[in-house]
């Protein structure tokens, strides 16, 4: 019954959240256009006061032909001879100037003959008159209270209740996480029956850290917490903590874990979390901004009741930029990470996203799963949409394995151009550039089997080399790594060897083969020269002055040998192989794809 009340409650809040929301903004808009119409009065009486100093000139000159005035009030109303506009002035005193007017309209020498009306106070026009004027100024005030509000109103954070959520997800539908699953299942545990565990003497644990690269399922497996524990779940991200105005983020903070008491037990994901928990600095502005709301943070996961069944979830993928007060022992108790699927997980993933979809009886998900190693979760998902989507353009009945394969190259690769318009130099230039990629990994032992080459434009490329990806690797050899740069350089020295110049073509091929490199020497230890150390100069710039004035020439001079010595071996393996270059060349312009197969007939 109270869990009814509580849903009603956030019900209600909701809703006169929303009706705030549209309220404000019309406010705002009404406010804007009464100041717009005060300013422009204002404007158009400017141009009818007239000054004091004229004012006494042109009662001596004889120009004014009425005064009206309120008894009490600075302001007077004017008419002049001959013309049937009014206008104002403003006098520094009353007394003063009613005794002027009549001084000069009593005095016989002159032409003057002035009316002068006084009327009584009117109280409720001068209170009137004094709201007007103070008008501006209360809306400014109002529009700056309204900004605040708004910049709080969203600060309690989005509630999924299970109860009423039409999508509720469980451990059943996340895949590839089994031994991850595993260990959230205290969790549950902990939140259905907390009793159990506090009668042992265990406190419930407060914080639980994912840490993983974008789109590996980190909220995904929160939701299943909370779907399996049947409690509701309060989603923010780390960013909507960080605000314009000094104190907000604390105070958004504090009414975020106001919310979770109301409906504890709970659970509380804050993703993206290296936003408002990264390390504290003394700085000001900003950085000052970001300490408090990270302090109060820490401050109310630590003033959790031992009744209060709450737990937060955080999610990052950078979790060394963490706060380490964060992590200790009382907060963030558990850091989970989400890795990347192996091949039976990716199945199992493929598996759960084709659930809706029309496939073809001959599509195989173990294949596939084998051809996407390295994906996330986010990704084979898209891959399956993608398949559907070209599936559908091309009045297919069912998805078939070419689309799936299609759907891949367009995530990865980009979008086939065949509408671009390439001169006969440049289709040479690319056939010969991606089969020396082709034919010097052929020949290197370490490197993947070629699934596919093509000269037809995809993205900003002219051409791609696409190799098969049927094994997940933990670890990677120093031989696969200098390998994998002579690949990279095999479409340069294709260009040398084969049409004796070189194009802006490789740059990619470069930059990657530049990182490789440097990490290399860098941060696997893999230079005999430079020896087995692990260099950070962005984490650390003052690392390299401890080891030495002359290590950043020594590293620079290693980086370049290791490049230098991949692209001759890739000439010398082009030279070697000459007729193959030329013979995948040839087969590209005439074909502009080539398969698995043909690519192994010429080898053949």
Same mark, same amino acid.
């Given at each position: 019954?109270?869990?009814?009340?509580?849903?009603?409650?956030?019900?209600?809040?909701?809703?006169?959240?929303?009706?705030?929301?549209?309220?404000?903004?019309?406010?705002?808009?009404?406010?804007?256009?009464?100041?717009?119409?005060?300013?422009?009065?204002?404007?158009?009486?400017?141009?009818?006061?007239?000054?004091?100093?004229?004012?006494?000139?042109?009662?001596?000159?004889?120009?004014?032909?009425?005064?009206?005035?309120?008894?009490?009030? &600075?302001?007077?109303?004017?008419?002049?001879?001959?013309?049937?506009?009014?206008?104002?002035?403003?006098?520094?005193?009353?007394?003063?100037?009613?005794?002027?007017?009549?001084?000069?309209?009593?005095?016989?020498?002159?032409?003057?003959?002035?009316?002068?009306?006084?009327?009584?106070?009117?109280?409720?026009?001068?209170?009137?008159?004094?709201?007007?004027?103070?008008?501006?100024?209360?809306?400014?005030?109002?529009?700056?209270?309204?900004?605040?509000?708004?910049?709080?109103?969203?600060?309690?954070?989005?509630?999924?209740?299970?109860?009423?959520?039409?999508?509720?997800? &469980?451990?059943?539908?996340?895949?590839?996480?089994?031994?991850?699953?595993?260990?959230?299942?205290?969790?549950?545990?902990?939140?259905?029956?907390?009793?159990?565990?506090?009668?042992?003497?265990?406190? &419930?644990?407060?914080?639980?850290?994912?840490?993983?690269?974008?789109?590996?399922?980190?909220?995904?497996?929160?939701?299943?917490?909370?779907?399996?524990?049947?409690?509701?779940?309060?989603?923010?991200?780390?960013?909507?903590?960080?605000?314009?105005?000094?104190?907000?983020?604390?105070?958004?903070?504090?009414?975020?874990?106001?919310?979770?008491?109301?409906?504890?037990?709970?659970?509380?994901?804050?993703?993206?979390?290296?936003?408002?928990?990264?390390?504290?600095?003394?700085?000001?502005?900003?950085?000052?901004?970001?300490?408090?709301?990270?302090?109060?943070?820490?401050?109310?996961?630590?003033?959790?009741?031992?009744?209060?069944?709450?737990?937060?979830?955080?999610?990052?993928?950078?979790?060394?930029?963490?706060?380490?007060?964060?992590?200790?022992?009382?907060?963030?108790?558990?850091?989970?990470?989400?890795?990347?699927?192996?091949?039976?997980?990716?199945?199992?993933?493929?598996?759960?996203?084709?659930?809706?979809?029309?496939?073809?009886?001959?599509?195989?998900?173990?294949?596939?799963?084998?051809?996407?190693?390295?994906?996330?979760?986010?990704?084979?998902?898209?891959?399956?949409?993608?398949?559907?989507?070209?599936?559908?353009?091309?009045?297919?009945?069912?998805?078939?394995?070419?689309?799936?394969?299609?759907?891949?190259?367009?995530?990865?690769?980009?979008?086939?151009?065949?509408?671009?318009?390439?001169?006969?130099?440049?289709?040479?230039?690319?056939?010969?550039?991606?089969?020396?990629?082709?034919?010097?990994?052929?020949?290197?032992?370490?490197?993947?089997?070629?699934?596919?080459?093509?000269?037809?434009?995809?993205?900003?490329?002219?051409?791609?080399?696409?190799?098969?990806?049927?094994?997940?690797?933990?670890?990677?050899?120093? &031989?696969?790594?200098?390998?994998?740069?002579?690949?990279?350089?095999?479409?340069?020295?294709?260009?040398?060897?084969?049409?004796?110049?070189?194009?802006?073509?490789?740059?990619?091929?470069?930059?990657?083969?530049?990182?490789?490199?440097?990490?290399?020497?860098?941060?696997?230890?893999?230079?005999?020269?430079?020896?087995?150390?692990?260099?950070?100069?962005?984490?650390?710039?003052?690392?390299?002055?401890?080891?030495?004035?002359?290590?950043?020439?020594?590293?620079?001079?290693?980086?370049?040998?290791?490049?230098?010595?991949?692209?001759?071996?890739?000439?010398?393996?082009?030279?070697?192989?000459?007729?193959?270059?030329?013979?995948?060349?040839?087969?590209?312009?005439?074909?502009?794809?080539?398969?698995?197969?043909?690519?192994?007939?010429?080898?053949?």
């Amino acid at each position: 019954m109270a869990s009814k009340d509580k849903k009603k409650d956030n019900q209600k809040e909701e809703k006169w959240k929303k009706i705030l929301f549209t309220i404000i903004p019309i406010l705002i808009v009404i406010a804007v256009f009464v100041v717009g119409i005060l300013i422009n009065n204002n404007q158009q009486n400017d141009e009818k006061n007239v000054a004091y100093t004229q004012l006494i000139q042109d009662i001596n000159d004889g120009k004014i032909e009425k005064v009206e005035m309120t008894v009490g009030s &600075t302001s007077v109303k004017l008419k002049y001879k001959g013309e049937e506009e009014e206008k104002t002035a403003i006098v520094p005193s009353t007394q003063a100037f009613v005794e002027l007017v009549q001084e000069k309209t009593q005095d016989d020498n002159t032409e003057n003959d002035i009316e002068l009306i006084q009327k009584p106070r009117n109280v409720f026009a001068s209170m009137s008159e004094a709201i007007i004027g103070l008008l501006p100024t209360i809306i400014l005030i109002i529009l700056v209270i309204l900004i605040i509000q708004m910049q709080g109103l969203g600060d309690k954070g989005k509630v999924y209740d299970p109860d009423i959520s039409q999508d509720k997800i &469980t451990f059943k539908d996340v895949a590839g996480l089994d031994e991850e699953k595993a260990e959230m299942m205290e969790i549950v545990e902990f939140l259905k029956r907390p009793e159990q565990y506090t009668k042992m003497g265990a406190k &419930t644990p407060r914080g639980v850290l994912l840490c993983g690269k974008p789109g590996t399922g980190k909220t995904l497996i929160a939701k299943a917490i909370a779907g399996e524990a049947n409690v509701p779940f309060i989603s923010m991200s780390g960013s909507e903590f960080v605000e314009m105005f000094a104190g907000l983020g604390a105070s958004r903070v504090r009414k975020l874990f106001e919310k979770a008491k109301k409906v504890s037990p709970c659970i509380i994901f804050i993703d993206e979390i290296d936003a408002i928990g990264s390390r504290r600095t003394s700085s000001s502005g900003a950085d000052t901004e970001n300490n408090q709301t990270l302090n109060q943070l820490l401050v109310e996961m630590d003033g959790f009741d031992s009744d209060q069944s709450i737990i937060v979830i955080a999610a990052t993928n950078r979790p060394e930029m963490l706060d380490e007060a964060l992590l200790r022992p009382g907060r963030f108790d558990r850091t989970i990470t989400i890795a990347l699927p192996d091949l039976r997980g990716r199945e199992e993933i493929l598996k759960i996203h084709s659930k809706n979809k029309k496939l073809a009886e001959n599509v195989d998900l173990k294949s596939i799963a084998g051809d996407t190693a390295g994906f996330t979760g986010a990704e084979l998902e898209n891959i399956l949409n993608e398949a559907a989507i070209i599936a559908t353009n091309k009045k297919h009945e069912a998805i078939k394995n070419s689309d799936i394969e299609d759907a891949v190259k367009k995530v990865t690769v980009g979008l086939e151009k065949h509408n671009r318009i390439v001169s006969e130099k440049d289709k040479k230039l690319t056939a010969y550039h991606e089969a020396g990629h082709a034919v010097v990994s052929r020949y290197l032992e370490t490197q993947k089997d070629i699934k596919e080459v093509s000269i037809i434009p995809r993205g900003i490329a002219g051409g791609y080399t696409m190799y098969k990806t049927n094994e997940d690797k933990f670890y990677v050899s120093k &031989t696969e790594m200098e390998e994998k740069l002579i690949s990279l350089l095999g479409g340069r020295a294709a260009e040398k060897v084969a049409l004796d110049d070189i194009s802006t073509g490789a740059s990619n091929d470069i930059e990657v083969a530049m990182k490789i490199a440097r990490d290399m020497v860098t941060v696997y230890g893999m230079s005999d020269k430079i020896g087995p150390m692990s260099i950070d100069l962005e984490k650390d710039p003052y690392q390299i002055q401890l080891l030495g004035n002359n290590l950043e020439d020594e590293i620079g001079k290693e980086v370049k040998t290791i490049l230098e010595t991949a692209y001759e071996r890739a000439q010398m393996l082009l030279r070697a192989h000459r007729d193959k270059l030329d013979a995948v060349a040839l087969k590209l312009l005439e074909k502009e794809v080539i398969n698995e197969e043909e690519f192994e007939q010429i080898f053949e």
